[in-house]
């Protein structure tokens, strides 16, 4: 069955440092997201992404946060300058339609480090 | 209540009994989705059921939708130990794209 593959698996960076957390989405899927999860706490989302453009993000994605599909297989959440609070496991996921219709599809995840 | 609450917090149960978590949202929504969340692993999906779809099975699972209370339960039926997982509910919100998480339930099934 098709998944979400995400690289690395574990990321340690100083804080103050650029991190880029990658992620090959399901192939034939249009609609891209990125979640996070802090230690003992909810998912939270970050940002959805479709046609090349970003279609919602929440509060946590500041300045700070971008992402880009750089060419047609991934898909990337860059953090400019990390903050010891950004440590978290990130989640990419993935769906085939509009997420009013269709499930998304998460990765395994890259637990971010930030020392 | 915050979107998208579990209960209980965490479930013990004896192999082959019946699981059964609850969750509770607060805004208007497009689907209901359940996740499973094996230690230290991502999120898979199990289930999604639209506003106006009441009930939904898939093999051993079986969840509900009451919009009117805004409230959803998920039933395994059978368990096994290998259902020992977190388990979360999400919701997609009719104003956005967003899934938003409940805190889950960890159930813990015993052999």
């Known amino acids: 069955e098709p998944e979400v593959t995400q690289t690395p698996s574990h990321q340690v960076t100083q804080m103050g440092q650029e991190v880029i957390l990658r992620c090959v989405p399901i192939s034939n899927h249009l609609y891209f997201y990125w979640y996070r999860q802090i230690l003992g706490q909810k998912v939270e989302f970050l940002v959805s992404f479709y046609n090349n453009e970003i279609s919602e993000k929440s509060e946590i994605f500041d300045d700070q946060f971008s992402v880009e599909r750089p060419d047609g297989s991934n898909f990337t959440l860059k953090i400019r300058s990390t903050k010891l609070e950004d440590s978290a496991m990130y989640f990419c996921?993935?769906?085939?339609?509009?997420?009013?219709?269709?499930?998304?599809?998460f990765g395994d995840g890259t637990r971010l480090s930030i020392l | 209540s915050q979107q998208g609450e579990e209960d209980p917090q965490a479930l013990s149960i004896q192999e082959g009994e019946n699981a059964t978590m609850n969750c509770s949202y607060k805004?208007?929504?497009?689907?209901l989705q359940w996740y499973r969340q094996n230690s230290g692993r991502g999120l898979v999906h199990l289930i999604l059921?639209?506003?106006?779809?009441r009930e939904k099975h898939s093999g051993r699972l079986r969840v509900t939708l009451d919009t009117s209370k805004k409230s959803s339960s998920l039933l395994i039926t059978a368990s096994r130990a290998a259902d020992t997982a977190s388990y979360f509910c999400a919701t997609d919100e009719t104003s956005g794209s967003r899934l938003t998480f409940g805190e889950g339930t960890q159930l813990t099934v015993n052999p």
């Open positions: 996921a993935s769906s085939l339609g509009p997420p009013q219709n269709q499930p998304q599809h």
């Open positions: 059921i639209r506003s106006n779809e």
């Open positions: 805004t208007s929504i497009n689907n």
